[in-house]
Nanobody, 121 residues
């Protein structure tokens, strides 16, 4: 069974940094895209950063210049380096991927369980 497992969340002061990781495990034929969304209390889930295809990077305007997404294809892992964190970055961060499980004919969307990021002022 395919799983996305996130790590790296925590509590940090404003101006600090955190690095999130998300590893896809299980029988996987191919991974098309991977990225990160977040959901703050009382708000809708929003895109943070995404790699839709190799070499392309999408960022929310609110994180441009502060966050960097990267992917290690050999490890089926996506990372989110978050610098100059602000209190408004506080949210649960979810990993997202569109991939083809082993033996499947078509791809599906998968979500991680989420990791809490809290930025204190």
């Amino acid at each position: 069974q395919v799983q996305l497992v996130e790590s790296g969340g925590g509590l940090v002061q404003a101006g600090g940094s955190l690095r999130l990781s998300c590893a896809a495990s299980g029988r996987i034929s191919s991974i098309t895209s991977m990225g990160w969304y977040r959901q703050a209390p009382g708000k809708q889930r929003e895109l943070v950063a995404y790699i839709p295809t190799p070499g392309r990077f999408n960022y929310a305007d609110s994180v441009k210049g502060r966050f960097t997404i990267s992917r290690d294809n050999a490890k089926n892992t996506v990372y989110l380096q978050m610098n100059v964190l602000k209190p408004e970055d506080t949210a649960i961060y979810y990993c997202h991927s569109f991939l083809v499980p082993g033996g499947a004919l078509r791809g599906s969307v998968y979500w991680g369980q989420g990791t809490q990021v809290t930025v204190s002022s």
